[in-house]
């Protein structure tokens, strides 16, 4: 009720202004009324790899469900991209270009401290952003025109944690998280916190931007007599990563960001043993299934669209949550029957959704209550992911 309370208030000073504040939609080439949807990615950086396949699921949503009716009359919906290149500042000048093209709602972004960073910048514009991916509970704490269709950070550390446990009976876990990465950091926090009640010994260290020689953690991990490692770190760390980790021996959990066909090759080429919390599984549900049969297909029939998913057809869960996000858009442009992003943020708040990832029902906050997490590893003979487990939450 707090964010809808919130979204309420300024709807009605919206409405009190409606005569000369609601976005005019732009006509396309062929005259077609336009809302756009703005697009809050990275397809550079450090996470640009993620950040594309978050696109291609948006992307993709778009191709199946490319207009809206409002008002009575069909509008095109028109998807503006900007790349925020996985930082900080950068992200700001981002979300500024959607602010300036008029967009009445952003999806995005791959990357929770880029997500936060922009966060002021939508709300003080009155424009709803959905995140697709960013796990970071800061980024919908106390901004009541950010949500997200994703589980967030608290639980998935916690699920980890006991994956440790009861999976290998850990009693000594080497933590590596990346330094100045909010959702790193934040991971390995809750992972460590969860770990300390569970009584698993906790050895952290940090791997400074830049480096790519992973030699000395997995000495450290070794000396430490850690029978698993942690690593919440982005995909380029992450193969370098399972790359020199194999010869020790020692189990690699991760976070959702190695839900992605880099890992596969990784881990394959390697012999690692790898695990990781991800949000989609294709075996989970009906409409889960038919989406990756039709984000395969589409993603086929375009050698651009395949090339910006790694070259494969591996279906990554940040492209299921970015085609979960913009449908979840289209509903609220359709309850609000507007262009107006406030009147937007205000419908969005109500919204309820069973998408290809799980039911999508906003809280005070702004966030799911996503009731499963689902467990995979790898197979390194076959070359492919495998269920693991599916872990409920904890009530």
């Known amino acids: 009720m707090k964010k809808l309370l919130a979204l309420a208030l300024a709807a009605v000073m919206v409405l009190g202004l409606a005569a000369c504040g609601e976005k005019t939609p732009s006509g396309g080439s062929s005259g077609d009324k336009v809302i756009k949807i703005g697009v809050y990615e990275p397809s550079s950086g450090a996470n640009g790899a993620g950040g594309k396949k978050e696109v291609l ?15 009575g009359e069909e509008y095109k919906v028109e998807l503006v991209e900007v790349d925020n290149q996985s930082e900080n500042d ?5 979300a500024q270009q959607l602010v300036s093209a008029g967009v009445s709602i952003v999806l995005g972004s791959y990357g929770s401290g880029v997500s936060m960073a922009a966060a002021p910048v939508f709300e003080e514009a009155k424009i709803p952003a959905i995140g697709c991916s960013c796990t970071n509970p800061g980024v919908t704490l106390g901004n009541p025109y950010y949500f997200r269709v994703c589980y967030l950070d608290p639980f998935q550390g916690s699920v980890l944690a006991n994956l440790a446990k009861d999976e290998f009976d850990a009693k000594v876990a080497y933590v590596l998280t990346e330094l100045g990465d909010d959702y790193s950091v934040g991971l390995g926090e809750y992972f460590t916190q969860e770990c300390k009640r569970l009584g698993i010994q906790v050895v952290a260290d940090q791997n400074p931007a830049g480096n790519t020689d992973m030699s000395g953690f997995i000495t450290a991990a070794k000396n430490a007599n850690a029978d698993v490692i942690f690593a919440p770190t982005s995909t380029t760390v992450a193969s370098l990563l399972i790359d020199q980790a194999a010869s020790a021996g020692i189990p690699i959990i991760a976070g959702d960001t190695w839900d992605d066909a880099v890992i596969l090759q990784a881990a394959t080429k ?13 075996g989970a549900s009906e409409m889960a299934a038919e989406f990756m049969s039709g984000f395969q297909g589409w993603l086929n029939a375009n050698s651009d669209k395949l090339n910006n998913n790694g070259g494969t057809d591996t279906v990554s869960a940040v492209s299921a949550l970015g085609y979960d996000a913009y449908m979840v858009a289209i509903e609220a442009i359709k309850a609000a029957d507007t262009t107006d992003s406030d009147a937007i943020a205000t419908a969005l708040a109500g919204v309820s959704y069973t998408g290809v990832t799980g039911d999508v029902v906003f809280d005070d906050e702004g966030d799911v209550d996503k009731n499963i997490i689902f467990i995979k590893g790898v197979d390194t003979e076959k070359g492919e992911f495998y269920s693991v487990k599916e872990q409920g939450l904890n009530k």
């Open 57 to 71: 699921g948006i992307e993709y949503a778009n191709s199946v469900v490319p207009t809206v009716t409002i008002g």
């Open 90 to 94: 950068k992200g700001v000048s981002a």
């Open 270 to 282: 390697s012999g690692a043993d790898v695990y990781f919390s991800t949000f989609y599984d294709a």
